[in-house]
């Protein structure tokens, strides 16, 4: 079992930025995986960004040279730096982890963070 518990959130002007974190916790040696995916209201729930254990990155094009993914793996933390945000990301940010135990995977989601852009 993975938890994840998301922070940072918070109502900004467009322009302006903000840094999300993702602390994880339970079995996090078997996490070989995260992401952060987002849901605006009335839309699906869409990949922002992802990272390897590796720290290979992947960006949704909307985001690309705007936002950064990192991760510290000495806190078990995900960090997604957010700037020049613009009023179409608006949503709420969620954490992701995949772990692979056994072969088997499992996805392991967070209970998200509100990020409002808004002047």
């Known amino acids: 079992q993975v938890q994840l518990v998301e922070s940072g959130g918070d109502l900004v002007q467009p322009g302006g930025s903000l840094r999300l974190s993702c602390v994880s916790s339970?079995?996090?040696?078997?996490?070989?995986?995260m992401g952060w995916y987002r849901q605006a209201p009335g839309k699906q729930r869409e990949l922002v960004a992802d990272?390897?254990?590796?720290?290979?990155?992947k960006y949704a094009e909307s985001v690309k040279g705007r936002f950064t993914t990192s991760r510290d793996n000495a806190k078990n933390t995900m960090f997604l730096q957010m700037n020049n945000l613009k009023s179409e990301d608006t949503a709420v940010y969620y954490c992701?982890?995949?772990?692979?135990?056994?072969?088997?995977?499992?996805?392991?989601w967070g209970r998200g963070t509100q990020v409002t852009v808004s002047s």
């Open positions: 992701c982890a995949a772990t692979n135990v056994a072969g088997t995977e499992y996805l392991y």
């Open positions: 339970g079995s996090v040696g078997s996490i070989y995986a």
């Open positions: 990272i390897g254990t590796g720290g290979n990155t």
